[in-house]
């Protein structure tokens, strides 16, 4: 039976064999003071969070006049080309289906039978442009918006308006449209503001 020859480490050789077998087990536990991954997610997770709180920001309706008048069965809007926002309108439909009311979407003039169109909204709104946190990209976002319900004969049932609130930082600004309109809607149907 042969024996492998032996190997003899040296002090030296042993001590360093220690620290890095310390250094690979500190690294592996996500100790932050020797490994900079940790700190690039908690950044990151940070960020995203950040994110999804602006995306929220804090919005109501205001100016809200309510007549009183039964949900309408559908909904006529008639589009305003003033508005270059390519989100407010499907927002806007998205919000109305939320409350059970279907809505089509007509060029200013162009007038169905009453019985297609039991009520009309109509709305303006403000697009404003500025840079979001966290980016160097300007873009655009709704600063203001007014809704209006009339029914087939142009009698007001209802209004109510949505203005950028700045109060937390300048982030209600960066809500998204839909959820900017959400309270709008709401009250223009309902006459609640809350």
Known sequence: ?????RLTVGPAVRR???????????ALSGCALL???PTVELIKASAGAATVAI??????ASQTVFQGAALPTR??????????LPEFVPA???????????????????????????AW??????????KPPLSDQVRPYLAQATLSLHDAGGHLLAASSYESQDAVMGMGRWAS??????????????????
């Open 16 to 26: 360093a064999a220690t620290r890095v077998a310390g250094l690979a087990a500190a």
């Open 75 to 84: 909904v006529c809007i008639e589009y305003n080309r003033s508005l270059a």
């Open 92 to 118: 806007l439909i998205a919000e109305l289906r939320e409350h059970d009311v279907p809505a089509r979407v007509y060029e200013a003039g162009a007038r169905p039978n009453d019985e297609v169109c039991p």
């Open 1 to 5: 039976m042969s024996t492998a020859p």
């Open 55 to 60: 995306g929220q920001g804090p919005t109501h």
């Open 35 to 37: 490994s900079p991954v």
């Open 177 to 194: 449209t839909r959820n900017k309109l959400a309270p709008v809607v709401r009250a223009l149907l309902t006459g609640f503001e809350g």
């Open 121 to 130: 909204l109509r709305y303006q709104g403000l697009q404003q442009w500025d």
